[in-house]
């Protein structure tokens, strides 16, 4: 429902952004609370699938800043908005993750061996070959309870939280209750949500 509520609603006109008019009713109707499962935020706005990847987690950070935004502008909840980061699973979704993150790295390996071998074969012919891009790769397991860049991601979010409620006149305006669960508190976030 939110997606395509976002994707019917320009955040920008132009090239500019579009003000949000405080004194207009929001336009999806009144809503009180707002809960996200931030692990859906993260992963695309950290990895995207349909466009260029972001140069460094600065960039990262500013893709989920503009998201939480436009979420945000079109909700515009008025008593909460509840943030919920994956924590530590249950021992056994621990291992399913364990083995879909090793069969990924497998097929990434496999993947890399079979460029390296056309690369190879279109050399012998004298084809011209295409460049192999940045080189840049970004490991989503990162994206993991525990680990030093889910910690820095949920500083991030932290001084994100504090600037709007501080500082954004739509925030201000509205000045839900912001709650974040981090990585730090056990179970999945739509567990913790529910």
Same mark, same amino acid.
């Given at each position: 429902?939110?997606?395509?509520?976002?994707?019917?609603?320009?955040?920008? $006109?132009? +090239?500019?952004?579009? &003000?949000?008019?405080?004194? #207009? *009713?929001? =336009?999806?109707? %009144?809503?009180?609370?707002?809960?996200?499962? $931030?692990? +859906?935020?993260?992963? &695309?706005?950290?990895?995207? #699938? *349909?466009? =260029?990847?972001? %140069?460094?987690?600065?960039?990262?950070?500013?893709?989920?800043?503009?998201?939480l935004d436009r979420l945000v502008r079109i909700i515009r909840p008025k008593k909460l908005i509840?943030?919920?980061?994956?924590?530590?699973?249950?021992?056994?979704?621990?291992?399913?993750?364990?083995?879909?993150?090793?069969?990924?790295?497998?097929?990434?390996?496999?993947?890399?061996?079979?460029?390296?071998?056309?690369?190879?074969?279109?050399?012998?012919?004298?084809?011209?070959?295409?460049?192999?891009?940045?080189?840049?790769?970004?490991?989503?397991?990162?994206?993991?309870?525990?680990?030093?860049f889910l910690h820095k991601m949920s500083e991030a979010i932290r001084y994100y939280i504090h600037?709007?409620?501080?500082?954004?006149?739509?925030?201000?305006?509205?000045?839900?209750?912001?709650?974040?669960?981090?990585?730090?508190?056990?179970?999945?976030?739509?567990?913790?949500?529910?």
């Amino acid at each position: 429902i939110v997606r395509d509520t976002i994707e019917r609603e320009p955040v920008e $006109m132009d +090239g500019r952004m579009v &003000p949000v008019d405080l004194d #207009e *009713d929001a =336009p999806n109707g %009144e809503f009180d609370n707002l809960y996200l499962d $931030m692990n +859906g935020i993260i992963h &695309p706005c950290c990895h995207p #699938e *349909d466009g =260029p990847a972001p %140069e460094d987690e600065e960039h990262m950070y500013e893709n989920i800043f503009l998201y939480l935004d436009r979420l945000v502008r079109i909700i515009r909840p008025k008593k909460l908005i509840y943030m919920a980061i994956d924590g530590v699973a249950p021992r056994a979704k621990m291992n399913q993750q364990r083995a879909r993150r090793f069969r990924a790295a497998q097929e990434r390996e496999e993947m890399e061996r079979e460029q390296d071998k056309l690369r190879a074969d279109w050399e012998a012919e004298g084809r011209a070959l295409p460049n192999r891009g940045t080189g840049k790769f970004f490991d989503s397991n990162v994206i993991t309870p525990g680990t030093n860049f889910l910690h820095k991601m949920s500083e991030a979010i932290r001084y994100y939280i504090h600037d709007r409620t501080t500082n954004d006149p739509l925030w201000q305006k509205l000045k839900p209750r912001v709650i974040l669960s981090d990585a730090n508190i056990p179970s999945e976030g739509e567990h913790k949500i529910m």
